[in-house]
């Protein structure tokens, strides 16, 4: 038996948006136990995780262990020691440094965010020409209810975040395009159920090739039609020795 992986890495958006609660608890919680279930999901496949804001860097290089893997997606968390911002086109980057020069036969990002791009040095058409020129296909996911979501707006003295309700803005077309251009598929998840569906879907649109070697015992017949055929000349042999008896 013989397996070919793929190789995914999960870039996924942690900016301060990613709290808000139209997902339960909220849009990080959520995204984080639904990747989990996938690469749970992915025996075969080698995965790597990259997490961006303002800025972006890997969190889990690719690697076969998924205990790492799963590990790294339990402890992510925001934090405000990073630079404030929505930088898709950094943590699609970051994520296409990470595949780049992969040897497997399917390179997979799979891009997750809630806003728009509004920060970083490397704007997303870039990050996925560079996507295209190595073969990498982008699934994107725009992650968040229509209308209004209960929001972080500010952080008061005590260093609790402070929420209201505020329009959900996610840029549908930019992934759409980022999508397309790498031969990948944008889709939008409004609520859990939703996004489910949608690692359901991209799992059965990558699977992962399995090559089977079978081996059969047979059993040797041969050796039962030798016997078989001199029983025959035997009883041949006596039936013409007992019709020459008795002509004489």
Same mark, same amino acid.
């Given at each position: 038996?013989?397996?070919?992986?793929?190789?995914?890495?999960?870039?996924?958006?942690?900016?301060?948006?990613?709290? /808000?609660?139209?997902? +339960?608890?909220?849009? =990080?919680?959520?995204?984080?136990?639904?990747?989990?279930?996938?690469?749970?999901?992915?025996?075969?496949?080698?995965?790597?995780?990259?997490?961006?804001?303002?800025?972006?860097?890997?969190?889990?290089?690719?690697?076969?262990?998924?205990?790492?893997? &799963?590990?790294? &997606?339990?402890?992510?968390?925001?934090?405000? +020691?990073?630079?404030?911002?929505?930088?898709?086109?950094?943590? &699609?980057? %970051?994520?296409?440094?990470?595949?780049?020069?992969?040897?497997?036969?399917?390179?997979?990002?799979?891009?997750? @965010?809630?806003?728009?791009?509004?920060?970083?040095?490397?704007?997303?058409?870039? /990050?996925?020409?560079?996507? &295209?020129?190595?073969?990498?296909?982008?699934?994107?996911?725009?992650?968040?209810?229509?209308? @209004? /979501?209960?929001?972080?707006? *500010?952080?008061?003295? #005590?260093? +609790?975040? +402070?929420?209201?309700?505020?329009?959900?803005?996610?840029?549908?077309?930019?992934?759409?395009?980022?999508?397309?251009?790498?031969?990948?598929?944008?889709?939008?998840?409004?609520?859990?159920?939703?996004?489910?569906?949608?690692?359901?879907?991209?799992?059965?649109?990558?699977? @992962?090739?399995?090559?089977? @070697?079978?081996?059969? #015992?047979?059993?040797?017949?041969?050796?039962?039609?030798?016997?078989?055929?001199?029983?025959? =000349? *035997?009883?041949? /042999?006596?039936?013409?020795? %007992?019709?020459?008896?008795?002509?004489?």
């Amino acid at each position: 038996k013989k397996t070919r992986g793929i190789d995914i890495v999960m870039s996924i958006d942690i900016s301060a948006s990613m709290l /808000a609660k139209d997902f +339960q608890p909220n849009r =990080m919680e959520v995204v984080k136990e639904v990747a989990s279930e996938f690469v749970k999901n992915r025996p075969n496949d080698r995965v790597g995780i990259v997490v961006f804001s303002g800025e972006s860097y890997t969190k889990t290089p690719v690697t076969s262990d998924k205990s790492i893997v &799963l590990n790294t &997606l339990k402890d992510i968390s925001y934090s405000s +020691q990073i630079e404030g911002g929505t930088a898709i086109g950094m943590g &699609l980057a %970051t994520a296409v440094n990470r595949l780049k020069d992969s040897k497997a036969k399917g390179k997979v990002i799979i891009l997750m @965010t809630d806003g728009v791009n509004n920060t970083g040095f490397i704007e997303p058409k870039t /990050a996925a020409d560079l996507a &295209l020129e190595y073969g990498i296909k982008v699934y994107s996911i725009g992650v968040g209810s229509m209308g @209004t /979501a209960l929001s972080p707006v *500010a952080i008061d003295r #005590n260093g +609790q975040f +402070q929420y209201r309700n505020t329009e959900v803005e996610i840029d549908e077309a930019l992934l759409e395009e980022i999508s397309s251009m790498t031969e990948g598929q944008y889709f939008r998840a409004t609520n859990e159920d939703k996004l489910k569906s949608i690692y359901e879907e991209i799992n059965k649109l990558e699977k @992962t090739e399995i090559k089977e @070697t079978k081996y059969y #015992n047979y059993d040797e017949k041969y050796p039962i039609f030798v016997i078989i055929a001199g029983l025959l =000349m *035997a009883l041949v /042999a006596l039936i013409k020795y %007992t019709i020459m008896r008795s002509l004489v």
